[in-house]
């Protein structure tokens, strides 16, 4: 079974600022780690994966996660926020089984709100 | 990228009544697809897992005689709401998994607002 903690529902950065949302999972085999956007009333679209690759994963709009296995930690960051990015933002774990798919595992979502 | 559509994007229905919500994946064949409930100012809870041509797994507590699930072809699946009631009433976001992508890659649709009054 996998699980997966955001902390903070709710972030305030000013524009320009760092951005960072953080994320710890559990999971009891190695995880496939995921972080998605969301604006209102529509989907989701998804910033950035980790799957057992490169521990450091760029995405887009200029996010980025480092995967931290002692940690258990998938934290997601931007070096300056942009009031584009006010979102809500989600983390979801899964695991692979092996020719087949899981169903992801999301946090309670983070929302990032941007001062200007 | 792929793109993964719902019909209809709301839906506004009588208590006792029966609603049907189409996910379907417009450039790729999904075997799987999954559907997930957001209620409001939460977290996605993921319903169940539609598997094509066969019987759809469904998460625990969730009643499978309530939301019956179809994917009777690789790029459509269809959610119906049976005998809704207010406490229905929910955002549901259905995802289909890409296998051009890489590992559990999914890719969501837009969701579909369902009030039951």
């Known amino acids: 079974a996998q699980s997966v903690t955001q902390l903070g529902s709710h972030v305030s950065v000013s524009e320009g600022a760092l951005v960072l949302l953080r994320c710890n999972y559990s999971?009891?085999?190695?995880?496939?780690l995921f972080w998605y956007v969301q604006y209102p009333n529509q989907g989701l679209q998804l910033l950035l994966k980790?799957?057992?690759?490169?521990?450091l994963v760029k995405g887009i709009n200029g996010f980025e996660a480092e995967f931290k296995k002692s940690e258990t930690s998938f934290h997601l960051t931007k070096p300056s926020a942009h009031m584009s990015d006010a979102a809500e933002y989600f983390c979801?774990?899964?695991?692979?089984?092996?020719?087949?798919?899981?169903?992801?595992?999301f946090g309670k979502g983070t929302h990032l709100i941007i001062q200007p | 990228g792929a793109v993964v559509s719902q019909h209809p994007s709301r839906v506004i229905c009588k208590s006792g009544t029966s609603v049907k919500i189409e996910c379907r994946s417009l450039d790729f064949q999904a075997t799987t697809m999954f559907w997930y409930r957001q209620f409001p100012k939460k977290s996605l809870m993921l319903m169940a897992t539609?598997?094509?041509?066969?019987?759809?797994?469904?998460e625990q507590g969730v009643e499978k005689d309530k939301f019956l699930i179809n994917h009777a072809s690789l790029t459509l699946s269809t959610l119906t709401v049976t005998s809704a009631h207010p406490e229905d009433s929910s955002f549901y976001i259905c995802s289909a998994r890409d296998p051009r992508g890489g590992p559990n890659e999914q890719f969501f649709g837009p969701g579909t607002r369902l009030t039951v009054l």
């Open positions: 539609s598997n094509e041509g066969s019987k759809a797994t469904y």
């Open positions: 999971s009891s085999v190695p995880p496939y």
């Open positions: 980790y799957t057992s690759a490169a521990t």
């Open positions: 979801a774990v899964s695991a692979y089984s092996g020719g087949g798919a899981d169903g992801l595992t």
